[in-house]
């Protein structure tokens, strides 16, 4: 049984950055592509960006091109998300993910099956 733990979230300021984290435990990291998901209020869960089992692909969210960058760490099973230049519309809970299947490139929100308890990231001046 996966288990996903995030980490990082908090109240920023408008322009601001934070780092959000995840470590997973429960089978083999390095096997699965891993992405985050973010829900706002009142809306559905949605992709945010995904990054393949080996690292060598990321996607991301239109709105958050060039602003967050995915990044993962195979040997100590920990995903990451870099998020600077933030806004309000990025105010969310934010949930790491991964997908059911091995070998996989983290670019649907339909592959990602499990994810953890989230955090809650707020963006206001």
């Known amino acids: 049984q996966v288990q996903l733990l995030e980490t990082g979230g908090g109240l920023v300021q408008p322009g601001g950055s934070l780092r959000l984290s995840c470590e997973a435990s429960?089978?083999?990291?390095?096997?699965?592509?891993m992405g985050w998901l973010r829900q706002a209020p009142g809306k559905e869960q949605a992709f945010v960006a995904g990054?393949?089992?080996?690292?060598?692909?990321?996607t991301y969210v239109d709105s958050v091109k060039g602003r967050f960058t995915i990044s993962r760490d195979n040997a100590n099973s920990t995903l990451y998300l870099q998020m600077n230049n933030l806004k309000p519309e990025d105010t969310a809970v934010y949930y790491c993910a991964t997908e059911g299947r091995p070998w996989g490139l983290g670019t649907r929100r339909i592959d990602f099956v499990h994810w953890g308890q989230g955090t809650q990231v707020t963006v206001s001046s």
């Open positions: 990054i393949a089992w080996n690292g060598l692909r990321t």
């Open positions: 429960g089978r083999s990291f390095s096997r699965y592509a």
